[in-house]
Protein backbone atom coordinates (compact mmCIF):
# COMPACT_ATOMS: atom_id res chain seq x y z
CA UNK A 1 0.00 0.00 0.00
CA UNK A 2 1.27 3.60 -1.10
CA UNK A 3 2.10 5.31 2.02
CA UNK A 4 1.19 9.49 1.66
CA UNK A 5 4.43 11.15 2.35
CA UNK A 6 2.17 14.62 2.42
CA UNK A 7 1.22 13.62 5.88
CA UNK A 8 4.64 14.17 7.47
CA UNK A 9 5.85 16.81 5.37
CA UNK A 10 4.47 20.11 6.23
CA UNK A 11 4.06 22.42 3.07
CA UNK A 12 6.00 25.80 4.12
CA UNK A 13 3.96 28.49 2.60
CA UNK A 14 5.10 31.97 3.52
CA UNK A 15 4.74 35.95 2.89
CA UNK A 16 7.36 34.92 0.04
CA UNK A 17 4.43 33.34 -2.36
CA UNK A 18 2.40 36.36 -2.05
CA UNK A 19 5.52 38.45 -2.70
CA UNK A 20 5.70 41.27 -5.39
CA UNK A 21 7.31 39.64 -8.54
CA UNK A 22 8.11 42.75 -10.76
CA UNK A 23 11.47 42.85 -10.08
CA UNK A 24 11.97 39.21 -10.90
CA UNK A 25 10.78 39.94 -14.07
CA UNK A 26 12.11 41.91 -17.65
CA UNK A 27 11.56 45.56 -17.29
CA UNK A 28 10.90 45.82 -20.98
CA UNK A 29 8.27 43.22 -21.14
CA UNK A 30 4.48 43.91 -19.93
CA UNK A 31 3.70 42.57 -15.87
CA UNK A 32 0.78 41.65 -13.97
CA UNK A 33 0.14 40.57 -10.59
CA UNK A 34 -3.44 40.00 -9.25
CA UNK A 35 -4.49 38.85 -5.80
CA UNK A 36 -7.73 37.49 -5.26
CA UNK A 37 -9.89 36.54 -1.82
CA UNK A 38 -13.30 35.17 -1.95
CA UNK A 39 -15.25 35.80 1.55
CA UNK A 40 -18.32 32.83 1.27
CA UNK A 41 -20.59 33.78 4.34
CA UNK A 42 -22.11 29.99 4.05
CA UNK A 43 -25.31 30.11 6.02
CA UNK A 44 -26.71 33.03 3.84
CA UNK A 45 -25.06 31.59 0.57
CA UNK A 46 -23.37 35.30 -0.08
CA UNK A 47 -20.24 35.65 -1.75
CA UNK A 48 -17.81 38.52 -1.66
CA UNK A 49 -14.95 38.26 -4.14
CA UNK A 50 -11.97 40.78 -3.78
CA UNK A 51 -9.47 41.67 -6.60
CA UNK A 52 -6.10 43.79 -6.00
CA UNK A 53 -4.26 43.79 -8.93
CA UNK A 54 -1.51 45.67 -11.76
CA UNK A 55 -1.16 45.92 -14.87
CA UNK A 56 2.47 47.57 -15.87
CA UNK A 57 3.18 47.68 -19.73
CA UNK A 58 4.15 51.73 -19.95
CA UNK A 59 7.91 51.65 -22.01
CA UNK A 60 7.74 47.78 -22.22
CA UNK A 61 7.92 46.24 -26.19
CA UNK A 62 4.19 45.86 -26.84
CA UNK A 63 2.89 47.70 -29.30
CA UNK A 64 -0.66 48.90 -27.09
CA UNK A 65 -0.57 49.74 -23.84
CA UNK A 66 -4.18 50.61 -22.85
CA UNK A 67 -4.27 49.11 -19.51
CA UNK A 68 -1.40 50.47 -17.62
CA UNK A 69 -2.26 51.13 -13.81
CA UNK A 70 -3.68 49.31 -10.67
CA UNK A 71 -6.88 47.99 -10.47
CA UNK A 72 -9.32 46.61 -7.69
CA UNK A 73 -12.96 44.76 -7.52
CA UNK A 74 -15.64 44.11 -5.35
CA UNK A 75 -18.49 41.94 -6.32
CA UNK A 76 -21.26 40.21 -4.28
CA UNK A 77 -22.88 36.95 -5.62
CA UNK A 78 -26.00 36.68 -3.45
CA UNK A 79 -27.99 33.13 -4.33
CA UNK A 80 -30.56 33.44 -1.49
CA UNK A 81 -31.49 37.21 -2.45
CA UNK A 82 -30.86 36.38 -6.52
CA UNK A 83 -28.53 39.66 -5.93
CA UNK A 84 -25.35 40.40 -7.88
CA UNK A 85 -23.35 43.26 -8.49
CA UNK A 86 -19.88 44.71 -9.49
CA UNK A 87 -17.63 47.76 -9.02
CA UNK A 88 -14.00 48.25 -10.03
CA UNK A 89 -11.52 51.38 -9.49
CA UNK A 90 -8.83 51.90 -11.78
CA UNK A 91 -5.89 54.17 -10.40
CA UNK A 92 -2.98 55.33 -11.96
CA UNK A 93 -0.03 53.47 -11.50
CA UNK A 94 2.13 56.41 -9.51
CA UNK A 95 -0.53 55.99 -7.46
CA UNK A 96 0.08 52.21 -6.58
CA UNK A 97 2.99 51.09 -4.65
CA UNK A 98 4.62 48.64 -2.97
CA UNK A 99 6.93 48.23 0.46
CA UNK A 100 9.83 46.01 -0.53
CA UNK A 101 9.13 42.82 -1.88
CA UNK A 102 4.99 43.20 0.01
CA UNK A 103 2.47 45.82 0.91
CA UNK A 104 0.46 46.90 -1.94
CA UNK A 105 -0.83 49.65 -1.82
CA UNK A 106 -3.05 52.34 -3.43
CA UNK A 107 -3.18 55.93 -2.44
CA UNK A 108 -5.11 58.78 -3.40
CA UNK A 109 -4.28 61.97 -4.68
CA UNK A 110 -4.35 63.32 -0.98
CA UNK A 111 -2.21 60.26 0.17
CA UNK A 112 -4.53 58.73 2.18
CA UNK A 113 -4.37 54.69 2.08
CA UNK A 114 -7.39 53.78 -0.05
CA UNK A 115 -6.51 49.62 -0.48
CA UNK A 116 -3.89 47.48 0.68
CA UNK A 117 -2.89 43.73 1.65
CA UNK A 118 -1.21 43.75 5.02
CA UNK A 119 1.14 40.21 5.34
CA UNK A 120 1.07 40.20 9.28
CA UNK A 121 3.14 36.97 9.35
CA UNK A 122 3.37 33.58 7.57
CA UNK A 123 -0.12 32.53 8.16
CA UNK A 124 -1.81 35.72 9.19
CA UNK A 125 -2.72 39.11 6.67
CA UNK A 126 -5.40 41.91 6.34
CA UNK A 127 -6.63 43.19 3.54
CA UNK A 128 -8.38 46.69 3.70
CA UNK A 129 -10.26 48.47 0.72
CA UNK A 130 -12.01 51.87 0.54
CA UNK A 131 -14.73 52.85 -2.17
CA UNK A 132 -15.08 56.40 -1.42
CA UNK A 133 -18.26 58.36 -2.98
CA UNK A 134 -15.07 61.31 -3.63
CA UNK A 135 -13.30 59.06 -5.85
CA UNK A 136 -16.02 58.37 -8.10
CA UNK A 137 -13.70 59.55 -10.99
CA UNK A 138 -11.80 56.31 -10.34
CA UNK A 139 -15.02 54.13 -11.06
CA UNK A 140 -14.03 51.93 -14.63
CA UNK A 141 -17.01 49.11 -14.30
CA UNK A 142 -20.06 49.75 -11.95
CA UNK A 143 -22.73 46.67 -12.48
CA UNK A 144 -25.67 45.94 -10.66
CA UNK A 145 -25.03 49.43 -8.00
CA UNK A 146 -24.96 52.93 -8.65
CA UNK A 147 -21.41 54.16 -9.44
CA UNK A 148 -20.88 56.10 -6.25
CA UNK A 149 -21.81 53.19 -3.84
CA UNK A 150 -19.46 53.18 -1.00
CA UNK A 151 -18.10 49.73 0.26
CA UNK A 152 -15.17 49.35 2.89
CA UNK A 153 -13.64 46.22 3.74
CA UNK A 154 -11.38 45.45 6.68
CA UNK A 155 -10.91 41.62 6.99
CA UNK A 156 -7.81 39.60 8.76
CA UNK A 157 -7.23 35.88 7.33
CA UNK A 158 -5.94 33.45 9.36
CA UNK A 159 -5.02 30.36 7.23
CA UNK A 160 -5.95 26.98 7.10
CA UNK A 161 -4.40 25.46 4.34
CA UNK A 162 -2.45 26.74 1.74
CA UNK A 163 -0.23 25.25 -1.53
CA UNK A 164 1.84 26.80 -3.78
CA UNK A 165 1.00 24.73 -7.13
CA UNK A 166 3.73 25.86 -9.56
CA UNK A 167 6.70 26.28 -7.05
CA UNK A 168 8.27 23.35 -9.04
CA UNK A 169 7.89 25.88 -12.46
CA UNK A 170 9.03 29.10 -11.71
CA UNK A 171 12.36 28.12 -11.79
CA UNK A 172 11.53 26.91 -15.38
CA UNK A 173 8.95 30.12 -15.51
CA UNK A 174 11.90 32.14 -16.57
CA UNK A 175 12.86 29.74 -18.89
CA UNK A 176 9.51 29.20 -20.31
CA UNK A 177 8.90 33.06 -20.57
CA UNK A 178 6.82 35.00 -18.37
CA UNK A 179 3.68 31.68 -19.20
CA UNK A 180 0.76 32.72 -16.44
CA UNK A 181 1.74 31.27 -12.72
CA UNK A 182 -0.98 30.46 -10.18
CA UNK A 183 -0.41 30.17 -6.30
CA UNK A 184 -3.06 29.16 -3.70
CA UNK A 185 -1.15 30.19 -1.18
CA UNK A 186 -4.39 30.24 1.02
CA UNK A 187 -7.01 27.82 -0.17
CA UNK A 188 -9.18 28.28 2.83
CA UNK A 189 -8.80 30.75 6.00
CA UNK A 190 -10.62 31.69 9.18
CA UNK A 191 -11.48 35.16 8.21
CA UNK A 192 -12.83 38.20 10.77
CA UNK A 193 -13.45 41.67 10.33
CA UNK A 194 -16.09 44.29 8.73
CA UNK A 195 -17.62 44.38 5.21
CA UNK A 196 -19.63 48.26 4.99
CA UNK A 197 -21.66 48.44 1.80
CA UNK A 198 -23.83 51.36 1.11
CA UNK A 199 -23.93 52.09 5.30
CA UNK A 200 -24.83 48.44 5.61
CA UNK A 201 -22.18 46.49 8.18
CA UNK A 202 -21.66 42.70 7.29
CA UNK A 203 -19.82 41.29 10.84
CA UNK A 204 -17.52 38.46 9.38
CA UNK A 205 -16.95 36.44 12.72
CA UNK A 206 -14.09 33.77 13.18
CA UNK A 207 -16.72 30.75 12.98
CA UNK A 208 -16.99 28.19 10.49
CA UNK A 209 -19.90 29.67 8.91
CA UNK A 210 -17.43 32.31 7.18
CA UNK A 211 -14.43 31.37 5.36
CA UNK A 212 -11.95 32.84 2.94
CA UNK A 213 -10.08 31.95 -0.11
CA UNK A 214 -7.01 33.56 -1.13
CA UNK A 215 -4.85 33.18 -4.65
CA UNK A 216 -2.77 35.04 -6.87
CA UNK A 217 -1.45 35.39 -10.58
CA UNK A 218 1.35 36.69 -12.63
CA UNK A 219 3.25 36.65 -15.32
CA UNK A 220 3.83 38.24 -18.74
CA UNK A 221 1.76 36.69 -21.09
CA UNK A 222 -2.06 35.55 -20.34
CA UNK A 223 -3.72 32.42 -22.05
CA UNK A 224 -5.06 32.63 -25.43
CA UNK A 225 -5.52 30.48 -28.91
CA UNK A 226 -2.60 30.24 -31.29
CA UNK A 227 -3.00 33.19 -33.94
CA UNK A 228 -4.79 32.79 -37.15
CA UNK A 229 -7.43 30.31 -35.43
CA UNK A 230 -10.73 31.00 -34.26
CA UNK A 231 -11.41 31.80 -30.79
CA UNK A 232 -11.99 27.99 -29.58
CA UNK A 233 -13.86 26.71 -26.18
CA UNK A 234 -10.50 24.61 -25.86
CA UNK A 235 -8.19 27.53 -24.80
CA UNK A 236 -9.57 28.45 -21.38
CA UNK A 237 -8.96 28.83 -17.68
CA UNK A 238 -10.81 26.55 -15.19
CA UNK A 239 -11.24 26.76 -11.12
CA UNK A 240 -12.67 24.78 -9.05
CA UNK A 241 -13.10 24.63 -5.15
CA UNK A 242 -15.10 22.67 -2.59
CA UNK A 243 -14.75 23.34 1.04
CA UNK A 244 -16.04 21.69 4.09
CA UNK A 245 -15.31 23.86 7.15
CA UNK A 246 -15.23 22.50 10.57
CA UNK A 247 -15.20 23.86 14.33
CA UNK A 248 -12.40 21.42 14.32
CA UNK A 249 -9.77 22.55 12.05
CA UNK A 250 -7.59 19.17 11.52
CA UNK A 251 -11.43 18.03 10.09
CA UNK A 252 -11.59 20.61 7.49
CA UNK A 253 -11.75 19.60 3.80
CA UNK A 254 -10.52 21.97 1.11
CA UNK A 255 -9.65 21.23 -2.49
CA UNK A 256 -8.67 23.36 -5.06
CA UNK A 257 -7.57 22.20 -8.82
CA UNK A 258 -6.80 24.57 -11.72
CA UNK A 259 -6.54 23.77 -14.93
CA UNK A 260 -5.25 26.15 -18.24
CA UNK A 261 -4.57 25.38 -21.79
CA UNK A 262 -2.94 28.05 -23.65
CA UNK A 263 -0.53 28.99 -26.47
CA UNK A 264 2.12 30.51 -24.93
CA UNK A 265 4.47 31.83 -28.72
CA UNK A 266 6.47 30.29 -31.47
CA UNK A 267 8.81 28.42 -29.26
CA UNK A 268 6.63 27.38 -26.45
CA UNK A 269 4.05 26.62 -28.93
CA UNK A 270 0.74 24.88 -26.73
CA UNK A 271 0.82 24.33 -22.86
CA UNK A 272 -1.85 22.39 -21.09
CA UNK A 273 -1.02 22.72 -17.82
CA UNK A 274 -3.42 20.93 -14.53
CA UNK A 275 -2.64 21.65 -10.61
CA UNK A 276 -4.63 20.32 -8.10
CA UNK A 277 -4.38 20.34 -4.11
CA UNK A 278 -6.73 18.13 -1.65
CA UNK A 279 -6.41 18.23 2.00
CA UNK A 280 -8.86 15.48 2.81
CA UNK A 281 -7.85 16.80 6.58
CA UNK A 282 -4.91 17.97 7.90
CA UNK A 283 -3.02 15.02 7.88
CA UNK A 284 -4.20 13.72 4.44
CA UNK A 285 -2.70 15.73 1.75
CA UNK A 286 -2.43 14.53 -1.68
CA UNK A 287 -0.65 17.02 -4.52
CA UNK A 288 -1.23 16.40 -8.21
CA UNK A 289 0.48 18.73 -10.78
CA UNK A 290 0.25 17.43 -14.73
CA UNK A 291 2.19 19.93 -17.23
CA UNK A 292 2.59 19.59 -21.47
CA UNK A 293 4.69 21.52 -23.36
CA UNK A 294 6.36 20.67 -26.43
CA UNK A 295 6.59 16.66 -26.12
CA UNK A 296 7.19 16.58 -22.94
CA UNK A 297 4.63 16.16 -19.79
CA UNK A 298 5.82 16.49 -16.65
CA UNK A 299 3.73 14.83 -13.94
CA UNK A 300 4.19 15.11 -10.14
CA UNK A 301 2.25 13.76 -7.31
CA UNK A 302 2.85 12.48 -3.92
CA UNK A 303 0.61 9.20 -3.49
CA UNK A 304 2.34 7.05 -6.83
CA UNK A 305 0.85 8.05 -10.28
CA UNK A 306 -1.34 10.81 -11.27
CA UNK A 307 -3.80 8.28 -12.83
CA UNK A 308 -6.63 11.03 -14.32
CA UNK A 309 -7.22 14.64 -14.05
CA UNK A 310 -10.07 15.21 -15.96
CA UNK A 311 -12.24 18.03 -16.60
CA UNK A 312 -15.84 17.68 -19.06
CA UNK A 313 -17.44 20.69 -19.58
CA UNK A 314 -21.28 20.68 -21.14
CA UNK A 315 -24.50 22.39 -20.68
CA UNK A 316 -23.65 25.38 -22.62
CA UNK A 317 -25.46 28.65 -22.38
CA UNK A 318 -25.17 31.84 -24.23
CA UNK A 319 -24.26 34.27 -21.20
CA UNK A 320 -25.17 37.66 -22.45
CA UNK A 321 -24.24 41.02 -20.30
CA UNK A 322 -23.70 44.66 -21.23
CA UNK A 323 -19.89 43.68 -21.92
CA UNK A 324 -21.57 40.83 -25.07
CA UNK A 325 -21.88 37.69 -25.67
CA UNK A 326 -20.40 34.57 -24.50
CA UNK A 327 -20.72 30.97 -23.96
CA UNK A 328 -20.28 28.83 -21.31
CA UNK A 329 -20.62 25.37 -19.50
CA UNK A 330 -22.86 25.32 -17.07
CA UNK A 331 -21.56 21.57 -15.50
CA UNK A 332 -17.88 21.07 -15.34
CA UNK A 333 -17.42 17.27 -14.36
CA UNK A 334 -13.93 17.01 -12.77
CA UNK A 335 -12.80 13.59 -12.08
CA UNK A 336 -8.47 13.13 -10.11
CA UNK A 337 -7.31 10.10 -9.10
CA UNK A 338 -4.23 9.11 -7.68
CA UNK A 339 -3.09 5.42 -6.12
CA UNK A 340 -4.94 5.52 -3.19
CA UNK A 341 -7.86 8.15 -3.96
CA UNK A 342 -10.51 8.99 -6.40
CA UNK A 343 -12.87 12.29 -6.30
CA UNK A 344 -15.23 13.52 -8.44
CA UNK A 345 -16.49 16.85 -8.18
CA UNK A 346 -19.52 17.66 -10.53
CA UNK A 347 -20.29 21.11 -10.41
CA UNK A 348 -23.94 22.15 -11.58
CA UNK A 349 -23.84 26.18 -11.74
CA UNK A 350 -27.03 28.02 -13.01
CA UNK A 351 -26.69 31.05 -14.80
CA UNK A 352 -27.10 33.55 -11.70
CA UNK A 353 -24.34 31.86 -9.50
CA UNK A 354 -21.73 33.85 -12.46
CA UNK A 355 -20.16 36.72 -12.39
CA UNK A 356 -17.78 38.27 -15.16
CA UNK A 357 -14.74 39.36 -13.45
CA UNK A 358 -12.80 41.08 -16.12
CA UNK A 359 -9.01 41.17 -15.76
CA UNK A 360 -7.33 43.86 -17.80
CA UNK A 361 -4.03 43.29 -19.79
CA UNK A 362 -1.97 45.40 -22.03
CA UNK A 363 -4.61 46.65 -24.75
CA UNK A 364 -7.69 43.68 -23.95
CA UNK A 365 -9.50 42.59 -21.46
CA UNK A 366 -10.27 38.90 -20.05
CA UNK A 367 -13.41 37.31 -18.85
CA UNK A 368 -13.41 35.18 -16.20
CA UNK A 369 -16.94 33.56 -15.76
CA UNK A 370 -16.56 32.33 -12.05
CA UNK A 371 -19.35 30.83 -10.01
CA UNK A 372 -19.73 31.21 -6.77
CA UNK A 373 -22.14 28.89 -3.89
CA UNK A 374 -22.51 26.08 -6.97
CA UNK A 375 -24.23 23.34 -6.49
CA UNK A 376 -21.83 20.78 -6.29
CA UNK A 377 -21.54 16.67 -5.94
CA UNK A 378 -18.32 15.42 -4.12
CA UNK A 379 -17.47 11.65 -4.15
CA UNK A 380 -14.47 10.27 -2.32
CA UNK A 381 -13.69 6.95 -2.67
CA UNK A 382 -10.68 5.57 -1.06
CA UNK A 383 -9.21 2.93 -3.57
CA UNK A 384 -7.54 0.69 -0.89
CA UNK A 385 -10.19 -0.05 0.98
CA UNK A 386 -13.09 0.61 -1.33
CA UNK A 387 -14.52 3.03 1.02
CA UNK A 388 -16.77 6.10 0.57
CA UNK A 389 -15.17 8.92 2.61
CA UNK A 390 -17.77 11.54 1.27
CA UNK A 391 -20.75 11.52 -1.10
CA UNK A 392 -22.55 14.36 -0.67
CA UNK A 393 -23.91 17.80 -2.77
CA UNK A 394 -22.59 20.77 -0.93
CA UNK A 395 -24.06 24.37 -2.24
CA UNK A 396 -21.19 26.35 -2.06
CA UNK A 397 -19.09 25.22 -5.10
CA UNK A 398 -16.42 27.23 -6.58
CA UNK A 399 -16.22 27.13 -10.71
CA UNK A 400 -14.61 29.19 -13.31
CA UNK A 401 -14.91 29.16 -17.18
CA UNK A 402 -12.16 31.84 -18.07
CA UNK A 403 -11.73 32.80 -21.66
CA UNK A 404 -10.55 35.64 -24.13
CA UNK A 405 -14.46 36.56 -25.43
CA UNK A 406 -14.62 39.62 -27.78
CA UNK A 407 -16.28 42.01 -25.24
CA UNK A 408 -16.88 45.72 -25.18
CA UNK A 409 -15.48 47.98 -21.85
CA UNK A 410 -16.12 51.33 -21.23
CA UNK A 411 -12.97 53.53 -21.87
CA UNK A 412 -10.68 53.72 -18.39
CA UNK A 413 -11.84 56.66 -16.07
CA UNK A 414 -9.52 59.43 -16.77
C1 LIG B 1 8.00 49.03 4.93
O1 LIG B 1 7.97 47.76 5.56
C2 LIG B 1 8.81 47.68 6.70
C3 LIG B 1 8.87 46.26 7.18
O2 LIG B 1 7.70 45.55 6.90
C4 LIG B 1 8.27 48.64 7.75
O3 LIG B 1 9.06 48.60 8.90
C5 LIG B 1 8.28 50.06 7.18
O4 LIG B 1 7.70 50.96 8.09
C6 LIG B 1 7.52 50.11 5.87
N1 LIG B 1 7.70 51.42 5.25
C7 LIG B 1 6.67 52.14 4.80
C8 LIG B 1 7.04 53.43 4.13
O5 LIG B 1 5.51 51.78 4.87
C1 LIG C 1 2.02 62.47 -1.19
O1 LIG C 1 3.25 61.79 -0.91
C2 LIG C 1 4.28 62.10 -1.83
C3 LIG C 1 5.48 61.21 -1.52
O2 LIG C 1 5.72 61.18 -0.15
C4 LIG C 1 4.61 63.60 -1.74
O3 LIG C 1 5.61 63.91 -2.69
C5 LIG C 1 3.35 64.39 -2.05
O4 LIG C 1 3.59 65.77 -1.88
C6 LIG C 1 2.20 63.97 -1.15
N1 LIG C 1 0.97 64.61 -1.60
C7 LIG C 1 0.12 65.21 -0.74
C8 LIG C 1 -1.11 65.82 -1.34
O5 LIG C 1 0.32 65.21 0.48
C1 LIG D 1 -25.40 30.50 -28.71
O1 LIG D 1 -25.34 31.49 -29.71
C2 LIG D 1 -24.76 31.04 -30.93
C3 LIG D 1 -24.59 32.25 -31.84
O2 LIG D 1 -25.73 33.08 -31.83
C4 LIG D 1 -25.66 29.95 -31.51
O3 LIG D 1 -25.09 29.46 -32.71
C5 LIG D 1 -25.76 28.82 -30.50
O4 LIG D 1 -26.67 27.85 -30.96
C6 LIG D 1 -26.23 29.31 -29.15
N1 LIG D 1 -26.10 28.24 -28.19
C7 LIG D 1 -27.04 27.96 -27.29
C8 LIG D 1 -26.74 26.82 -26.36
O5 LIG D 1 -28.08 28.59 -27.20
C1 LIG E 1 -25.72 38.71 -28.38
O1 LIG E 1 -26.55 37.71 -28.93
C2 LIG E 1 -27.88 38.14 -29.16
C3 LIG E 1 -28.70 36.93 -29.58
O2 LIG E 1 -27.96 36.10 -30.44
C4 LIG E 1 -27.85 39.24 -30.23
O3 LIG E 1 -29.16 39.72 -30.45
C5 LIG E 1 -26.96 40.38 -29.71
O4 LIG E 1 -26.81 41.37 -30.73
C6 LIG E 1 -25.59 39.89 -29.33
N1 LIG E 1 -24.89 40.97 -28.67
C7 LIG E 1 -23.64 41.26 -28.92
C8 LIG E 1 -23.07 42.42 -28.17
O5 LIG E 1 -22.95 40.65 -29.73
C1 LIG F 1 -23.82 8.54 -3.49
O1 LIG F 1 -25.10 8.96 -3.06
C2 LIG F 1 -26.13 8.81 -4.03
C3 LIG F 1 -27.44 9.31 -3.48
O2 LIG F 1 -27.27 10.40 -2.68
C4 LIG F 1 -26.26 7.35 -4.43
O3 LIG F 1 -27.21 7.25 -5.48
C5 LIG F 1 -24.91 6.84 -4.93
O4 LIG F 1 -25.00 5.45 -5.17
C6 LIG F 1 -23.84 7.09 -3.88
N1 LIG F 1 -22.57 6.69 -4.45
C7 LIG F 1 -21.65 6.00 -3.76
C8 LIG F 1 -20.41 5.61 -4.50
O5 LIG F 1 -21.79 5.72 -2.60
Not at 249 to 273: C, N, P, V, W
Request: charged share 25%; hydrophobic share 35%.
Amino acid sequence: MQRLISAFVLILVGLHYQRYRQNEYKKYRPYYQWWYYWLRDTVNDRHFAIAYGTTLCHKTDVKSCVYDGAAVSFSVVDNKQNYRMQKYEFHDRNRFTVNGTFNFKILSDTNETLFEIIPLNDDKFQIRGNMKKENVNNVWIHEGCPKDIEIEWDLTLTRIYGWYAQDIFEGPDRFLEGVIMWNTYSHTAEVEGKLTIKGDDVIIKKDAGFRAYGDGNWGELMPSSPPKQKPSAKYAWGWYYVNIPSDDKFQELSIIAGTGLSYMDAILRTMDGRFCDIRLDGKTHIELRTMEVWDMSFESCNDGKVHRFDVERSNWVNFTDSFGNATIPLRQLVTLESDSYLITMDFNAVANNFNRLLFAFTDYVFSDFEGLGVSTDLLIIEKTTGKTLRNETLKSGGVEYGYLFDITVPPLPT
